[in-house]
């Protein structure tokens, strides 16, 4: 799993942004929450959460821990 991603930020929308990290530009999906609370600087560090799918692989960042927490026991409900 990838526990977070820190690089520059290279492109933000109210739900993914993406994220250059030696040269590798991540797409991360993020929540409105971590939207508003995205600094407004070049370098940003986010907490992230892999979702595997048999069709594909989605990356999630978060500002905040307890953020990412709150995602991972929602994705445990049935």
Same mark, same amino acid.
Request: proline share 3%.
């Given at each position: 799993?990838?526990?977070?991603?820190?690089?520059?930020?290279?492109?933000? $929308?109210?739900?993914? *942004?993406?994220? =250059?990290?030696?040269?590798?530009?991540?797409?991360?999906?993020? +929540?409105?929450?971590?939207?508003?609370?995205?600094?407004?600087?070049?370098?940003?560090?986010?907490? $992230?959460?892999?979702? *595997?799918?048999? =069709?594909?692989?989605?990356?999630?960042?978060?500002?905040?821990? +307890?953020?990412?927490?709150?995602?991972?026991?929602?994705?445990?409900?049935?």
């Amino acid at each position: 799993m990838i526990a977070h991603i820190q690089g520059k930020l290279v492109e933000k $929308t109210p739900t993914e *942004v993406v994220i =250059d990290c030696n040269g590798v530009g991540y797409h991360i999906n993020i +929540s409105l929450h971590t939207y508003s609370l995205l600094p407004n600087a070049d370098f940003v560090k986010l907490f $992230t959460h892999l979702m *595997v799918k048999e =069709d594909s692989h989605s990356l999630y960042g978060f500002v905040e821990k +307890s953020e990412r927490e709150i995602f991972k026991m929602l994705l445990s409900v049935s």
